[in-house]
Every structure is written in C-alpha cells, then in structure tokens.
C-alpha cells in the first residue's frame, strides 16, 4: 500500500508539472519571446561594442589612421583584410547583432496594438535614428551594399544597392524619425542606454547625425549637403551633455571591450602601444590632452613604429581611463559636432556663429573631456600651429588635423574623416620609415573602404561581383562616392 501511494504522489506532481509530454522539452533558460525594449538595448549595445572594440578581428581603424599600433602582430596595421575575417566580423556585427534586433524590435511595436500611440511614434523614431546610424556605417566602409533587399529571411541573396541611393533614402528615413519624436511622451525609458529616453536629447543627436551625414556628401553634392546641414544646424549638440555615450558597467560581459583586450585584469596581452604618428604630433604641439590619451615612458610621450614591431615596455600605450572597465563608448559627441559646425561655415553654408569660434568650441571641449582645462585649452589654441586662423590656409587641414586628434579612441569616425578631409596626411609603413633591422613589403596603401566579406563570394556570389564591378573594383584603394578628392 505504501509503494502504491508513492507512485500515487509521484504521478500527480509530475502531472501538475507538465501539462503533457511537448513541455519537458522546453528549456526554460532561453527564451522564445523577446520584447521589442530588450531587442533595442541589445542593438544599442552590439553597435557601441563593434565601434569601441580594438580587436583585431574586429576594428582595425586606430591603425589605419595611426592613433595607435601593434606590438607583434603586423598583418592589421599593414592592411591585411584576408588573414582574419575582418570584413566579415564587421559586416555581421551590424547586419546581424544591430540591424536584425532593430528590425524585429520594430515589427513587434507595429504589431501592439495596446501601445500608447505617443509613445510608439517615439520609440519607432528611436529605432528609426539607430537604423540610419547603422546602415550609414555600412556605406561609409564598403560602399554599394545589400539594401533594399536585405533583411529579409526569405531571401538569402539580395542584391546590392547603389551606395549613393542608399545615404538619399537614409535622409528621407532620418527626417522621418526626426518627425516622428513627440517630446511630451516617453519611449523605452531605461531600456534605452543612450539617453534613457530622453526625447529632447534623441532630436538633439538625430539632428547631430543628420549635421554628420550633410558633410560626408558636401564634396560630392555641394547643394544637397547645404540644404541637410542647414536644416540640422541649429537642432544639434550645445555641449557635452549631450553626448551620444553608451554606459559601460564594472562587470562583465557588459565592460567596456578595451579592457577586455588590454585592461591587465582581464588579459595578459600587451598588443596596443600608441603610435608615433599622433604622438609626435601632439609632442610638437605640446598638447595638454597627452596624459589623458597615453602613459609615459621615463617621462616621456613615444609612440611606436607603426606596421612594424614593438617592445610594449619601450612606448607609450592607451592611459589607463581608457583600459577601465567602465569607460564609456561616444558614438558621437559634441566636439564632433562643433568640427562639423567649424567646417559647414568654412564651406559658406548658413549656419550660426563663425567658423573660428565652433573650431574653437570644438578643441576646448575635447581638452576638458581628456581631462584638461579651459585655461588650457585658451594657451593651446593661442599657438600659432593651431589657431584656427594661421595653423594652415585650407581650413580642411585645420580642422582636419585637430579632429583627428580630438577623435582619438574613435577609429572609425576618425577613419571617414580623413577620407573625407584628406587630413592629416598619413602614410602607410615603407622602407623610409622602417626601424633598423625590420622589412616591409612595397607598395602598401592605407585603405579607403573595406573588401568585401569573402563568404560573400560564395553565398551570394552574383550580387557580390556586380556590386563590385559597379564601385570600380572590389579593392581597399577603390574610393567610394563621396570620396573625390
């Protein structure tokens, strides 16, 4: 009797359990359903990491513009985009981490029909604000790119849309966005790590995105980027509170992927030096941001050799804020757009204040940021190598100069500006610049876009050659169309 009411007991808890046999196959450490909010924040995330992360596998573009260099591996600062999957990490970091969640964040919005209508506009136009961010990215590094057709499950190879068809709709789709914000009404509150749905601050940084896209077309199509950056102008970042800054925490795996890769807590690499291109620079102009960017050696700033090999303990490496766990992404920040403002007047487009003053916002922001001081920043800009007025006669090299600096940590941005401004002038590693002892291959050239990612050529092959027979070249020197000069 005793057995039998064992199994009696037994039979009822596992009936209560499970209502039938489908259930006990359901694990329930992953879910099924997401939220549309967590989707968003993940987007948000994946897009800061990609952007802020300085693996080689990943974000090569501190040495392309030479804010730092490797210690040992050479293959990254000498251009090599076939000997890791470079092209490929990148291309899916944001169509498959960024894009996809953004798109699926949107679809289940759409498809609530109990959201406040307010409050969905906002967070559609949110979406809307990181999409063009996201796909902007994509053009500005590869040029003609599944478009129109991707994101579309059912079709595994879509074909490859004109890169400058594609920035004219990000326009109209960010002026959709920029409509669509309804500041009395919140968004995805704390779910949104940028601004904690802030919707002043979302018009402020879309506004700043639009300033930012206006300039990149400004020396393809000198009468559209006006008409962008002048409807922008006066709706974008006033200071840096405004920042566009992804909150890094002290715990992993939601650190700031530096540290990952060079904070001594977490790894025993030591692969990152700072490179002798932008410390002799900064050296010659005795720049007080020095200590905010790098450590010293014996006292002393030296930036490595770069594309070539380096002894970590001889150079200067990233200071330790930038190593910290914590230490925050800027996926645009108001420094950036004070440049962007500098050079908008430079061009005689109508925006407000004078080219000189938005230069000179523009550095004292970046110095106080780096840790600096507005009476530093006032004897910086007194020099003659950097006042606005006498550091050069083409107001593209004094801006692009000091944005160069001032975007330091920010590769990639740094990467398009110098395409953009064709400042500073930069070379890739020779013979001439090698250390005694130490080779180079001839001929190399800093890229100008990414290749394609080579699975590409397998998965969608047609699509791809098109694409690149269409761009001039599926080839890391091959310009794209904003870049004429």
């Not at 251009?79 to 289940?108: C, G, H, M």
């Not at 979302?202 to 006006?226: E, H, I, M, P, Y």
């Not at 394609?452 to 794209?480: C, F, H, M, W």
Request: hydrophobic letters at 40%; glycine letters at 4%; one cysteine or more.
């Amino acid at each position: 009797m005793k057995k039998l009411y064992t199994i009696l007991v037994a039979a009822v808890f596992l009936s209560s359990c499970a209502k039938n046999l489908d259930e006990y196959n359901v694990d329930q450490k992953k879910a099924t359903v997401v939220p549309a909010a967590t989707l968003f924040t993940a987007a948000q995330k994946s897009f800061a990491d990609v952007m802020t992360s300085p693996s080689v596998n990943t974000n090569v573009f501190r040495f392309y513009v030479q804010q730092w260099t490797t210690t040992e591996y050479l293959d990254e600062p000498r251009y090599n985009l076939t000997a890791r999957p470079l092209p490929q990490a990148f291309w899916s970091a944001i169509y498959k981490d960024v894009l996809s969640d953004l798109v699926e964040s949107k679809r289940i919005i759409n498809a609530d029909p109990l959201i406040n209508a307010d409050v969905k506009s906002n967070e559609l136009a949110q979406i809307g604000v990181m999409e063009v961010l996201a796909w902007s990215t994509l053009v500005n590094t590869f040029g003609n790119i599944p478009y129109s057709e991707a994101m579309n499950i059912t079709n595994v190879q879509p074909k490859y849309d004109d890169a400058a068809t594609i920035y004219s709709d990000l326009l109209v789709r960010l002026d959709a966005a920029l409509a669509g914000f309804k500041p009395a009404a919140t968004g995805f509150g704390t779910a949104d790590l940028l601004y904690s749905s802030n919707i002043a601050s979302w018009v402020k940084f879309g506004n700043s995105l639009k300033l930012r896209l206006g300039l990149v077309l400004a020396d393809k199509d000198a009468a559209k980027a006006k008409t962008v950056v002048e409807a922008a102008a006066t709706k974008v970042f006033t200071s840096a509170a405004d920042n566009a800054r992804f909150p890094y925490t002290l715990s992993p795996p939601n650190n700031n992927p530096i540290s990952t890769n060079a904070n001594k807590g977490l790894t025993t690499r030591t692969d990152y030096i700072a490179a002798s291109t932008l410390v002799d620079k900064m050296n010659a102009l005795s720049d007080p941001r020095r200590a905010g960017f790098f450590t010293q050696v014996n006292g002393t700033y030296i930036g490595g050799y770069v594309g070539f090999t380096n002894s970590y303990a001889n150079f200067s490496t990233m200071a330790a804020r930038i190593s910290a766990y914590d230490f925050e992404a800027l996926l645009l920040d108001y420094p950036e757009t004070e440049f962007a403002l500098a050079e908008a007047s430079a061009r005689g487009f109508a925006v407000p204040g004078t080219a000189e003053q938005h230069y000179k916002n523009a550095v004292t922001a970046s110095i106080v940021y780096w840790g600096g001081t507005t009476a530093q920043a006032d004897v910086y800009l007194a020099r003659p190598d950097v006042a606005y007025t006498s550091s050069s006669t083409n107001y593209k090299e004094s801006i692009g100069v000091q944005k160069w600096i001032a975007l330091y940590n920010r590769g990639y941005e740094s990467w398009t500006e110098w395409r953009r401004l064709d400042f500073p002038k930069l070379s890739p590693p020779s013979a001439a610049t090698a250390p005694a002892g130490q080779s180079v291959p001839a001929g190399l050239s800093i890229p100008v876009r990414l290749i394609y990612p080579i699975n590409e050529q397998t998965l969608n092959g047609a699509a791809r050659s098109a694409a690149a027979a269409a761009i001039g070249g599926d080839l890391v020197t091959t310009k794209l169309f904003w870049d004429v000069n």
